[in-house]
Each structure stands twice: as structure tokens, then as C-alpha cells.
């Protein structure tokens, strides 16, 4: 396969590039992982340079997320049909207002839809349960039960909340190089509780929902 052909993983921290290793195994050589660090800052700067040297046919961005409660469970799979960073933006009396709002840009990414199907439709072979939806970024992740209230209200479609979809995607869009994301769910979106959080579990399934990447895409 000609480098054209190959496929880049962006994940954060190390715990997710094991879990992704494990799922796509040793011998894979079409598919590299970056981890790119925490935030949509080192997320983006990362993935640029790394396209920058390198081609690929796609950039998938993946890891643990948190999930809405009755919109994606604590083990679930989420895909990104639509990422949004959440808190670009500005306040004003009436609410936030968005980039897009603001007409300054836009901080919606679509996700390359072959990709999203391809890998939606191997999920729902396997006993993972899986859900397409729009992804949150944010650079501070939600902690209250009214930020959760207001970001739910504001984004009905939303699913989960992560750190560094958006900045990928960027960088995918500046270098014309397709993207998904692809998250599961560690802890419910809301008040901090830490000792509620199954990060192991989520990364059990992160394990188990890499092995589609190699086989669909």
C-alpha cells in the first residue's frame, strides 16, 4: 500500500495509544498513532505537523469521552457526525454566542461520511453499542449541573464531550486530508465524581472498537 494509503490515529495520552494498539495489533504497518497531548491546542499543532511530513488517506481522531446521560451510556461507542467546539465563542446578556454567531468563522467540522458509515456499520456487528452524533469539543470540560443543563439545551444533538476533536479536524482541513473522530464514554457529563468514572471500562471498549478501523476503512 502506497503511503496515500495509509490511515492516522490521533489520540491524546499514552493509556488511549495502548488501547488502540491493542485493537488494531502489532503487525499493522498502514496505520500510525500520534499521541498529541491533552487540549485542542497541542491537538491541532500536532496533527498539522505531522501531516505536514506525512501522507494519509485518514485522520481519525479517538479516545475516552465523557457522554450526556440518556443520550450516550458510561461503555458506549460514539461517533462524530458533526464536531463543534463548544465554547468558541463569546457571552452576552442574552447567552453565548457562537464563533459562527459572531461571524467570525465557524466552529462546526463535518466528518468524512464513507469513513463514518464504513466504521458505524462494523461497530453494529459486534456487541459494542454504538451511536453517531454530534461531538463536543471544549477546552474546559463541563463539571456543573448547569453548564451540563445549558450545553444540553444549546446542543440537543450532541452526544459527548471531549478535548481535542476540533483542533484535529482543523489541521485535517487545512491539509485536505479526510477526518472522523471516534469516542467511548468513561464517566457521565455533569458534576465531577470521580470515583463514578469507569475509565477502564472505556478503555476496554476503545480496544475492542479499533479492531473495525484496520477491517472497514
Same mark, same amino acid.
Given at each position: 500500500?502506497?503511503? %496515500? *494509503?495509509?490511515?492516522?490515529?490521533?489520540?491524546?495520552?499514552?493509556?488511549?495509544?495502548?488501547?488502540?494498539? !491493542? &485493537?488494531?495489533? %502489532?503487525? $499493522?504497518? $498502514? /496505520?500510525?498513532?500520534?499521541?498529541? *497531548?491533552?487540549?485542542?491546542?497541542?491537538?491541532?499543532?500536532?496533527?498539522?505537523?505531522?501531516?505536514? &511530513?506525512?501522507?494519509?488517506?485518514?485522520?481519525?481522531?479517538?479516545?475516552?469521552? *465523557?457522554?450526556?446521560?440518556?443520550?450516550?451510556? /458510561? &461503555?458506549?461507542?460514539?461517533?462524530?457526525?458533526?464536531?463543534?467546539?463548544?465554547?468558541?465563542?463569546?457571552?452576552?446578556?442574552?447567552?453565548?454566542?457562537?464563533?459562527? =454567531?459572531?461571524?467570525?468563522? +465557524?466552529?462546526?467540522?463535518?466528518?468524512?461520511?464513507?469513513?463514518?458509515?464504513?466504521?458505524?456499520?462494523?461497530?453494529?456487528?459486534?456487541?459494542?453499542?454504538?451511536?453517531?452524533?454530534?461531538? @463536543?469539543?471544549? +477546552?474546559?470540560?463541563?463539571?456543573?449541573? =448547569?453548564?451540563?443543563? %445549558?450545553?444540553? %439545551?444549546?446542543?440537543?444533538?450532541?452526544?459527548?464531550?471531549?478535548?481535542?476533536?476540533? &483542533?484535529?479536524?482543523?489541521?485535517?482541513?487545512?491539509? =485536505?486530508?479526510?477526518?472522523?473522530?471516534?469516542?467511548?464514554? +468513561? $464517566?457521565?457529563?455533569?458534576?465531577?465524581?470521580?470515583?463514578?468514572? !469507569?475509565?477502564?471500562?472505556? @478503555? @476496554?471498549?476503545?480496544?475492542?472498537?479499533?479492531?473495525?478501523?484496520?477491517?472497514?476503512?
Amino acid at each position: 500500500m502506497s503511503d %496515500e *494509503g495509509r490511515i492516522l490515529i490521533v489520540v491524546s495520552v499514552d493509556a488511549e495509544k495502548e488501547a488502540v494498539q !491493542r &485493537g488494531i495489533g %502489532e503487525n $499493522n504497518k $498502514n /496505520i500510525d498513532i500520534l499521541t498529541a *497531548g491533552v487540549g485542542v491546542a497541542k491537538a491541532a499543532a500536532a496533527t498539522a505537523f505531522k501531516l505536514a &511530513g506525512e501522507q494519509y488517506k485518514l485522520v481519525i481522531n479517538t479516545g475516552i469521552a *465523557g457522554g450526556f446521560t440518556g443520550r450516550a451510556e /458510561i &461503555g458506549t461507542v460514539v461517533l462524530a457526525e458533526q464536531v463543534i467546539c463548544a465554547d468558541l465563542g463569546a457571552e452576552s446578556d442574552s447567552g453565548f454566542l457562537t464563533i459562527d =454567531e459572531l461571524g467570525f468563522g +465557524s466552529g462546526v467540522m463535518d466528518v468524512d461520511r464513507p469513513a463514518l458509515l464504513s466504521v458505524y456499520k462494523a461497530l453494529e456487528q459486534t456487541e459494542l453499542v454504538v451511536n453517531k452524533g454530534e461531538v @463536543l469539543t471544549l +477546552s474546559t470540560v463541563t463539571g456543573t449541573k =448547569e453548564s451540563t443543563i %445549558e450545553l444540553m %439545551e444549546r446542543y440537543p444533538d450532541a452526544l459527548a464531550e471531549a478535548m481535542e476533536g476540533f &483542533g484535529v479536524a482543523s489541521a485535517c482541513a487545512l491539509c =485536505e486530508v479526510p477526518f472522523m473522530e471516534m469516542r467511548t464514554i +468513561s $464517566n457521565a457529563i455533569g458534576p465531577r465524581d470521580r470515583e463514578a468514572w !469507569r475509565i477502564k471500562e472505556a @478503555l @476496554l471498549s476503545l480496544e475492542e472498537a479499533s479492531k473495525t478501523i484496520s477491517e472497514v476503512v
